[in-house]
C-alpha cells in the first residue's frame, strides 16, 4: 500500500512531470480529480485522476499483476465511468513498479465477445531512467527503471534529490525514493545512499508511516483469521479434486482475506481444477 501511496503522492504534486512523460505535452493547467467514482463508488489509493483540457488522464500505480477483478476489465470500468462523469476523452496507463513475467503486464487490452477496450502498460524496469532523473516530480521512480548498475543509479537519484532547494520538495521526493527503493534494494544500503535526516522530516513519509503501523496492527490481528481461511479452502479443493500443486497451493496463500473469502464462494462452482485457474488468472502451459 506504500507504494502506491508514493506514486499517488508523487503524480497528484507533481501532475505536469507525468503529463510531460506519459503525454509528452506541456499541459499548464491541470487539475487533481477525486477518486470517488458517483455509481458505485469505487475508490483506489493506487489510482490517479488528473483532469486536462482535453481529456482524462488516468494513471494506476502497481506492484502486483494479480487483481480481483482483473486489470484489464477495471481499466474499462473506470474509462467508461469517467467518460460518462466527464464527458471528455480518457488516456489510461496502468504503470507496474516491480518487474514480473506474469503475462497481465504484457497485455494492454480487456477483450470479451462484443467489447475491446485497449490502453497503455508501463513496465517501469524496462524504461530508461533518463527522463526520470530530468524531472523532480518522476525522481522516485527512477531507482526502479532500467540499470545494468542498480546502485549507481540509486546514488545518481541521490544526488539529484541533494541538489533540490525547495526544502519541503526535497522532503517529499526523497521519502518516496526511499520507500519506492524498497522495492528493489535493502534497507541497510537505502539509509546509506539517501539522507534519512530529510526522509523522516517528511510530511508524507511520516503520513505512509503512521499508515503502515496501522496496517501492521491490523494484519496481526487478520493474519489468524487468514490462516484459518486458507487451510477452509485448501480442504475443500483437495477434497474436490483430490490433490493441488504447490504453485496453486501457494498462489491462494497469496490471497487477501477478502479474495479469499471470495474463492470460498466460487469454489463451490468449479467443476475441475481448470476452473481453479481460470479463477486465479493462473497462465497454462
Request: charge should be negative.
Amino acid at each position: 500500500m506504500s507504494y502506491d501511496n508514493a506514486c499517488k503522492y508523487l503524480a497528484e504534486r507533481f501532475p505536469a512531470d507525468f503529463t510531460r512523460w506519459l503525454l509528452g505535452i506541456e499541459a499548464t493547467r491541470i487539475r487533481v480529480l477525486k477518486t470517488e467514482l458517483d455509481v458505485e463508488p469505487i475508490r483506489a489509493d493506487s489510482v490517479s485522476f488528473l483532469r486536462l483540457a482535453d481529456r482524462i488522464l488516468h494513471l494506476e500505480f502497481e506492484t502486483d499483476a494479480y487483481s480481483k477483478p482483473p486489470i484489464p476489465f477495471r481499466m474499462l470500468d473506470y474509462s467508461v465511468r469517467l467518460k460518462r462523469k466527464y464527458r471528455r476523452d480518457v488516456e489510461q496507463f496502468t504503470i507496474f513498479l516491480q518487474e514480473t513475467s506474469n503475462e497481465i503486464v504484457f497485455t494492454t487490452e480487456y477483450q470479451d465477445r462484443t467489447t475491446t477496450h485497449r490502453y497503455n502498460v508501463i513496465r517501469l524496469w524496462e524504461q530508461d531512467p533518463a527522463i526520470f532523473l530530468d524531472n523532480p516530480g518522476l525522481l522516485p521512480l527512477a531507482v526502479l527503471a532500467r540499470s545494468d548498475f542498480p546502485e549507481t543509479l540509486l546514488e545518481q537519484v541521490a544526488e539529484r534529490v541533494d541538489r533540490i532547494e525547495d526544502t519541503e520538495q526535497q522532503r517529499g521526493i526523497a521519502a518516496c525514493t526511499g520507500i519506492l527503493a524498497g522495492l528493489r534494494f535493502e534497507k541497510d544500503l537505502i539509509r546509506s545512499i539517501l539522507r534519512a535526516d530529510i526522509m523522516r522530516n517528511s510530511v508524507i513519509y511520516q503520513e505512509i508511516l503512521q499508515e503502515g503501523r496501522q496496517e501492521g496492527r491490523q494484519e496481526g490481528r487478520q493474519e489468524g483469521k487468514k490462516e484459518e481461511a486458507i487451510l477452509f479452502i485448501t480442504r475443500q479443493l483437495t477434497r474436490r479434486f483430490d490433490e493441488i500443486d504447490s504453485a496453486l497451493q501457494e498462489r491462494i496463500g497469496s490471497l487477501s482475506i477478502e479474495q479469499l473469502e471470495d474463492l470460498g464462494v466460487e469454489l463451490l462452482d468449479f467443476s475441475e481444477v481448470a476452473d481453479l485457474e481460470a479463477w486465479l488468472g493462473y497462465p497454462r502451459s
